[in-house]
């Protein structure tokens, strides 16, 4: 059992940066892979990046990749998403999402954080 609790969000100017944190609980931490998601109101839940550990690499979907990083820290049991040169089109709820095969569909994911809001003002 894996449980995750997000934070880090907030409101930030366009422009700005937020480093959002994913703290899991439980001793199956390195036995998953890791993603972050999100969704605005009325929209479906998006894919953003995940970390696979076998070979520590990670993947981006096109709208994030080179403002976004996501990276782990083992010993503190925590993922991190680094996000640089916000938009207002980044506004959503975050998630952070654990699963033992690294994948890029929200579905197959099985432990989920309770997700943070993110707002990005013009």
């Known amino acids: 059992q894996v449980q995750l609790v997000e934070s880090g969000g907030g409101l930030v100017q366009a422009g700005g940066s937020l480093r959002l944190s994913c703290a899991a609980s439980g001793r199956t931490f390195g036995a998953m892979d890791w993603g972050w998601f999100r969704q605005a109101p009325g929209k479906e839940r998006t894919f953003l990046a995940v970390?696979?550990?076998?070979?520590?690499?990670?993947y981006y979907s096109s709208s994030v990749k080179g403002r976004f990083t996501i990276s782990r820290d083992n010993a503190k049991n925590t993922v991190y998403l680094q996000m640089n040169s916000l938009k207002p089109e980044d506004t959503a709820v975050y998630y952070c999402?654990?699963?033992?095969?690294?994948?890029?569909?929200?579905?197959?994911?099985?432990?989920w954080g309770q997700g943070t809001q993110v707002t990005v003002s013009a």
């Open positions: 999402a654990a699963e033992p095969r690294m994948t890029m569909d929200p579905n197959k994911y099985t432990y």
């Open positions: 970390f696979r550990r076998s070979d520590i690499s990670t």
